[in-house]
């Protein structure tokens, strides 16, 4: 009767769980990042590449962050139900099985691979492969509980994908996907140790040691600024190196400048009140910075395409 039990228990989670459910499992939100510079790391690269390949390439990359989501949410069921902004996630919900999460995750991340690597080449498939192997595996697995830098050394997951673009063109590296990489490396410790601060009772009620639980509030308030400070300069690079221009240099300059506001906010907070502020103004406010440099790649992209089609551009 027990195992009966146990059984209907899994039918009645199963039925429970809907396509919702299971796109809650990829990190949605995050997973637009992931799509987002991984599309300016393909756009850049020098060399064409056909657009129905090119967009293949986009959602076999969006696939296999969405795997390295699932993977993480299956091994951290546990502790996902001792947070609340993790609680009602589909797993500690119990609308999805860890099992289901599981087959779900492997499954994408195989052929996300797969495809990736028959569409366009195998370095491509092979970084991919390797993104999702230290997103699940070393920082979910092997860092996240056990040191307080597993922000800093698991951001190289997170900073992969316009590599992973990029390669999907031209099937090698190059200096410009590196420093694109280096910039979301530097970017994920300030952003997500200002989440951090906010919700240091809920990674200790986990167990989970972020910086703020192990080294403490003051430390972590100096190393937002201490990152923010390399970061600024750093995500100028593009310009030294000739690949980005003036609107990149506007959002640079501009998103650098408030960066750095954010950051000495963070630090001379006077009262928890007005530090849970700042925290949130520097993780969202971040994103935007974040998204106003790749943006502006973007635009610049599209106006170098667009430039020989305007009055004058054949000349």
Not at 87 to 102: D, F, K, S, Y
Not at 207 to 226: D, F, K
């Amino acid at each position: 009767m027990s195992d009966l039990g146990a059984d209907l228990r899994r039918e009645t989670l199963i039925s429970n769980a809907d396509p919702a459910d299971f796109l809650a499992l990829l990190k949605p939100r995050v997973m637009s990042l992931v799509v987002f510079t991984a599309l300016v790391g393909l756009l850049l690269a020098p060399g064409a590449i056909h657009p129905v390949i090119g967009a293949t390439a986009i959602l076999a990359i969006a696939v296999g962050g969405g795997a390295s989501g699932a993977l993480n949410m299956w091994y951290e069921a546990e502790t996902d139900a001792l947070m609340r902004r993790t609680a009602n996630r589909p797993i500690p919900a119990g609308r999805v099985t860890r099992e289901e999460a599981l087959a779900f995750g492997l499954c994408l991340a195989f052929f996300s691979v797969m495809v990736l690597g028959l569409a366009t080449n195998w370095v491509a498939a092979g970084l991919l492969a390797f993104t999702i192997f230290f997103y699940a595996v070393v920082y979910t697995m092997l860092l996240k509980r056990r040191t307080a830098q597993n922000i800093v050394i698991g951001g190289a997951a997170g900073a992969l994908p316009p590599v992973i673009g990029w390669a999907a063109v031209t099937g090698s590296l190059a200096v410009e996907p590196l420093v694109l990489f280096a910039i979301i490396f530097l970017w994920t410790p300030p952003h997500f140790w200002a989440l951090a601060l906010v919700k240091s009772g809920d990674y200790g009620r986990a167990g989970i040691p972020m910086l703020p639980n192990v080294a403490g509030e003051r430390a972590t308030r100096m190393q937002i600024l201490l990152y923010t400070l390399v970061l600024v300069p750093f995500a100028l690079v593009p310009l030294a190196l000739g690949f980005a221009g003036p609107v990149y240099a506007v959002a640079g300059f501009g998103g650098g400048l408030l960066m750095l506001v954010w950051a000495f906010a963070i630090l001379r907070a006077p009262t928890p009140d007005r530090l849970a502020r700042a925290c949130w103004r520097m993780f969202g406010g971040s994103i935007l910075y974040l998204f106003a440099l790749f943006a502006a790649l973007l635009l610049e992209w599209s106006a170098g395409r667009l430039a020989p089609l305007l009055p004058g551009g054949w000349a």
